[in-house]
């Protein structure tokens, strides 16, 4: 069972560490996001960041068990790897709900003074060519 869990929290501090990137890139240009993409890192993430208490449960488990000197390490490491995984998927929605109203879908639903306003104002960043 350990490896199963070694497993999928290695894997999801992975592709949580890809998806952090890619919005950090997105933060000087949020017009290349729409809004079916942030709805899907809300749900996903908000869903990790739920199910991670799952992860810390068992771990808690496992160090009350008599595991061997390899297998503490490994609890060990994976509670390590849960509490940056909680933090880069945190860092994750903080970027991604302080770009929502900037996606494509935005600003096409603007009418055209409400976006030169938007721009003017600085509200919204005009792409960069």
Avoid: C
């Avoid at 497993?7 to 919005?23: A, R």
């Avoid at 068992?58 to 940056?84: G, H, M, P, Y």
């Amino acid at each position: 069972m350990l490896p199963t869990f070694t497993f999928m929290v290695d894997g999801m501090l992975e592709e949580s560490m890809v998806q952090l990137d890619n919005l950090r890139q997105a933060i000087a240009k949020p017009y290349v996001l729409d809004d079916a993409t942030l709805n899907r890192i809300f749900d996903l993430y908000d869903k990790q960041l739920d199910d991670q208490r799952y992860f810390l449960e068992q771990f808690s488990r496992w160090q009350q068990d008599r595991l061997s000197a390899a297998q503490t390490r490994e609890v060990n490491r994976l509670i390590k790897q849960s509490a940056t995984l909680k933090a880069v998927n945190e860092e994750i929605l903080q970027i991604a709900n302080s770009i929502k109203h900037e996606t494509i879908d935005q600003i096409l639903a603007m009418d055209e003074v409400e976006l030169a306003i938007a721009v003017l104002s600085g509200k919204i960043k005009p792409p960069m060519l």
